[in-house]
């Protein structure tokens, strides 16, 4: 399973890229406006500060949402860096804005997914990823791992290569949950992924190995 983290924060990006186990990142207009990035230059030189970090696929979504302001957005963007991948909303010109792209060898990842119906346009389009919002759907009291679940049986039953990206994750047990049902991402916050670091006996093991080690080695 690829980990991406869901944030526009260089900080936490270069974090768990320390860590050792990032995949990608992805973003969207929310999560720049958190980091306060505004204004078109500022936004991809952003962005290429994030594809210094990271060696994987980052998410750079467009603000348009008619078919022409789709294409122009993500042709700009994908000139910065052959890691970033067009994120498109799931809308009528989306899709079509991401058979464009596919057709040209352009990585998409189609967003607001909350549908299988939405997931199997998305992949008959030719979405490089699908990201459905799990804990959006959970937020609403939908349980979003039944999509995942539908997604998965959909690709699987007619081959389709779109990979599904778990988005709106939370927490440890969405990654696990996700996991166990394949999929092939998971985005979510660090504080998801250093979640899963956790577990008391493992605290209480260290602190014994220590103690006893403390013993003999006075
Ligand atoms: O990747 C989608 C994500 O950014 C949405 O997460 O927590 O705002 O629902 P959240």
Known sequence: MKFFIDTASLKEIQEAQDLGVLDGVTTNPSLMAKEGIGGDQNVKDHYKAICKIVDGDVSAEVISTDYEGMI??????????????????????????????????????????????????????????????????????????????????????????????????????HILSCAKLGADVMTGPLSAILSLLNHPLTDIGLAKFLADHAKVNK
Not at 80 to 85: A, F, G, K, T, Y
């Open 72 to 173: 122009r957005e993500g042709e700009e963007l994908v000139k910065l860096s052959d890691q970033i991948v067009v994120k498109i909303p799931m809308i009528r010109d989306g899709v079509k804005a991401i058979r464009y792209f596919s057709e040209r060898g352009i990585k998409t990842n189609c967003t607001l997914v909350f549908s299988a119906g939405q997931a199997l346009l998305a992949a008959k389009a030719g979405a490089t990823y699908v990201s459905p919002f799990i804990g959006r759907l959970d937020d609403v009291s939908t349980d979003g791992l039944i999509l995942i679940e539908d997604i998965r049986t959909i690709y699987d039953n007619y081959g389709y290569e779109t990979q599904i990206l778990a988005a709106s994750v939370r927490h440890s047990m």
